[in-house]
């Protein structure tokens, strides 16, 4: 059982920035495993935006359009935490944010924006709320 903790949402005006924050367990090990930040937007379904791999490879990472060049992932392995930097923030933006992680491939990893992957994900943060207004 992996536990995440999501934490840095809030109320912002479009075109300013937050910081989302995903705490898995003190030592967690992030290695195969596929890390994905899923949006939620009122009357839509859950969709991955954004997600984070360690392999053997390295670090990837992988972005949805609508976020690509405004969000950016950086990992403090000290503090289990992985973050997402929110630029340039749009009203499109709005939405609950849900911090997932599941046991995967690279491949399986940077294919997973769509609503479909939600269901594979085992492990989920109870989500952070993201309002931007005009």
């Known amino acids: 059982q992996v536990e995440l903790v999501e934490s840095g949402g809030g109320s912002v005006q479009a075109g300013e920035s937050l910081t989302l924050s995903c705490t898995a367990p003190?030592?967690?090990?992030?290695?195969?495993?596929?890390m994905v930040w899923f949006q939620e937007a009122p009357g839509k379904e859950r969709e991955g935006v954004a997600s984070?791999?360690?392999?053997?490879?390295?670090?990837?990472?992988w972005y949805a359009d609508s976020v690509k060049g405004r969000f950016t992932f950086s990992l403090d392995t000290a503090k289990t935490t992985l973050y997402l930097q929110m630029n340039k923030l749009k009203l499109e933006d709005t939405a609950m944010y849900y911090c997932?992680?599941?046991?995967?491939?690279?491949?399986?990893?940077?294919?997973?924006?769509?609503?479909?992957?939600?269901?594979?994900?085992?492990?989920w943060g109870q989500g952070t709320q993201v309002t931007v207004s005009s």
């Open positions: 997932a992680a599941k046991w995967a491939s690279r491949s399986y990893c940077s294919s997973s924006f769509s609503p479909a992957t939600a269901a594979d994900f085992p492990y």
């Open positions: 003190s030592g967690f090990d992030y290695d195969h495993y596929c």
């Open positions: 984070f791999y360690r392999g053997r490879e390295g670090d990837s990472t």
